[in-house]
């Protein structure tokens, strides 16, 4: 960077520091965000006026540059400021990318690649005719950090049994005759409550207990990932009903208390509003929060 342009960044920088204390201030928002496009103009006509010794070792300009970049990207707020800052950013990957390929002539061979995964994978074999193997778990393990893949079996979370029903043949209707009757419906399955209603029962006694508690001691189960999404899963029809109250306390903490369900005509006339918000709940999240809440603090039983 030469003394001039120094001097005209300096310049720059000192009139938008010095701009707060303008008696104008829509005038001087505007001249604040011209002034700061300019600067990035200047800087990318530095980038090509410096693209040839940008790559070297011994030069400096390369950090100044991007010191520069750093500097401006305070300032960014408008929309035209961000386009400016990254066509600065890629201006300059360009130039290295052009230097690095000019450097490198044709790049990575493929005898090049052979030879490093022989020089640094091969291991030893006891076959007859002396072939050289390649350790492919080996390879896989080296890889695996730049992928973030964790080494092991993938299984699916849930029922593995799953089978197609088969229809069943649709049988012809007699003709009824006046002696005949309609069957008796045996409507005891229908009765039957499923496993969420279990759960939406057992977490509301839990809720008319305590009166109020935390989320997480409420629904997190510590032997099972699965029972814990499905006592999320329960509060989250508790909520819908209007049978649960979830709100924040002062230190950001989300306590659950019951509630009376509101009546079809308050949400007829508006009177009650439902607020909804997305929980984010994975395995990570689950043994985070068995580390966070203590042993026995859990209030949700184990179900087998």
């Not at 061979?109 to 390649?134: M, N």
């Not at 069943?168 to 009757?181: C, D, I, P, S």
């Not at 977490?203 to 008319?208: A, S």
Request: one cysteine or more; charged letters at 30%; hydrophobic letters at 35%.
């Amino acid at each position: 960077m030469t003394e001039s342009e120094k001097t005209t960044l300096l310049a720059v920088k000192h009139e938008i520091e010095s701009d707060s204390e303008a008696n104008d201030p829509n005038y001087q928002h505007v001249t604040d965000r011209r002034t700061l496009r300019t600067r990035y103009l200047a800087v990318k006509n530095l980038i090509f006026d410096e693209r040839d010794d940008l790559s070297s070792i011994d030069s400096a300009k390369f950090k100044s540059i991007v010191n520069d970049l750093e500097s401006l990207h305070q300032f960014v707020l408008k929309p035209r400021e961000q386009i400016a800052d990254a066509e600065a950013l890629l201006d300059i990957t360009n130039t290295l990318l052009t230097s690095v390929k000019a450097t490198n002539g044709d790049g990575i061979t493929i005898s090049d690649f052979v030879d490093s995964l022989v020089r640094d994978f091969a291991k030893q074999s006891s076959r007859p005719d002396g072939r050289t193997l390649i350790d492919w778990k080996k390879i896989g393990i080296e890889f695996s950090d730049a992928s973030r893949s964790s080494r092991g079996c993938r299984t699916m979370i849930g029922p593995m049994d799953t089978q197609m029903k088969q229809r069943k043949a649709r049988r012809k209707r007699a003709r009824l005759v006046e002696n005949e009757q309609p069957a008796e419906v045996d409507d005891t399955d229908i009765k039957k409550k499923t496993n969420t209603d279990i759960n939406m029962a057992t977490m509301f006694d839990i809720l008319r207990k305590h009166r109020i508690v935390r989320l997480e001691q409420l629904v997190l189960n510590r032997n099972s990932f699965a029972q814990t999404v499905e006592n999320i899963f329960a509060l989250s029809f508790l909520v819908k009903d209007g049978r649960a109250d979830i709100k924040l306390d002062e230190k950001g903490i989300h306590l659950v208390s019951p509630k009376n369900a509101p009546t079809a005509t308050a949400i007829a006339s508006k009177e009650v509003v439902y607020n909804h918000f997305v929980f984010r709940f994975d395995f990570k999240d689950w043994k985070l929060m068995k580390d966070y809440i203590e042993v026995g603090h859990e209030l949700m039983p184990h179900r087998d």
